[in-house]
T-cell receptor
Framework: AQSVTQLGSHVSVSEGALVLLRCNYS??????LFWYVQYPNQGLQLLLK??????LVKGINGFEAEFKKSETSFHLTKPSAHMSDAAEYFC??????????FGTGTSLTVIP | GAGVSQSPSNKVTEKGKDVELRCDPI?????LYWYRQSLGQGLEFLIY????????KSGLPSDRFSAERTGGSVSTLTIQRTQQEDSAVYLC???????????????FGPGTRLTVL
């Protein structure tokens, strides 16, 4: 069975500081992994996805994530936080049956 | 083209009433998903439709919940005899439904916020 765990339900960073949102997955097969962002009062948008082509995946808005099989992790990073990055972030894994399992989300606050 | 749309955007109902939530997927997408997002929680999978195959209903929390998808397009999620714990945002997503190694990406609608009084 597949699942994801997001460590830290709330993360606060200063504007301009590094953003690191953690995601660990559990999968019995090579996973497909995703990060989604949900801005206030909006639907979920795809940030990036890992499809086994490259371990470092670049997404929109300057975000990237690195797949580390040895650590079963897919952490999301951004070198310099912007006020507009304040949102809820969800990590997800896709099963072989095309179901998606989401983490409980991490709320990112950016402090000016 | 247009994205995934859901209606209504907000629904307030009284305990014990039935509600219907509608999802219009992206044209041509064969896969459709329903999720529930409760306050402070992640997305809870409810049901998954793929083409003409039998839907995966493994996430439905009780027999008060049902969903159908007519003509392989529009889907309706029905909650009978609503309870206060059903209050949540119900999200619909669709994807192209490709397989064979291609990675499917979900596109989400804006959700329906259901409040049961």
């Amino acid at each position: 069975a597949q699942s994801v765990t997001q460590l830290g339900s709330h993360v606060s960073v200063s504007e301009g500081a590094l953003v690191l949102l953690r995601c660990n997955y559990s999968s019995s097969v090579p996973p497909y992994l995703f990060w989604y962002v949900q801005y206030p009062n909006q639907g979920l948008q795809l940030l990036l996805k890992y499809t086994s082509a490259a371990t470092l995946v670049k997404g929109i808005n300057g975000f990237e994530a690195e797949f580390k099989k040895s650590e079963t992790s897919f952490h999301l990073t951004k070198p310099s936080a912007h006020m507009s990055d304040a949102a809820e972030y969800f990590c997800a894994v896709r099963s072989t049956g095309n179901q998606f399992y989401f983490g409980t989300g991490t709320s990112l606050t950016v402090i000016p | 083209g247009a994205g995934v749309s859901q209606s209504p955007s907000n629904k307030v109902t009284e305990k014990g009433k039935d509600v219907e939530l509608r999802c219009d997927p992206i044209s041509g997408h064969t896969a459709l998903y329903w999720y529930r997002q409760s306050l402070g929680q992640g997305l809870e999978f409810l049901i998954y439709f793929q083409g003409n195959s039998a839907p995966d209903k493994s996430g439905l929390p009780s027999d008060r919940f049902s969903a159908e998808r007519t003509g392989g397009s529009v889907s309706t999620l029905t909650i009978q005899r609503t309870q206060q714990e059903d209050s949540a945002v119900y999200l619909c997503a669709s994807s192209s439904g490709t397989s064979g190694g291609a990675v499917d990406t979900q596109y989400f609608g804006p959700g329906t916020r259901l409040t049961v009084l």
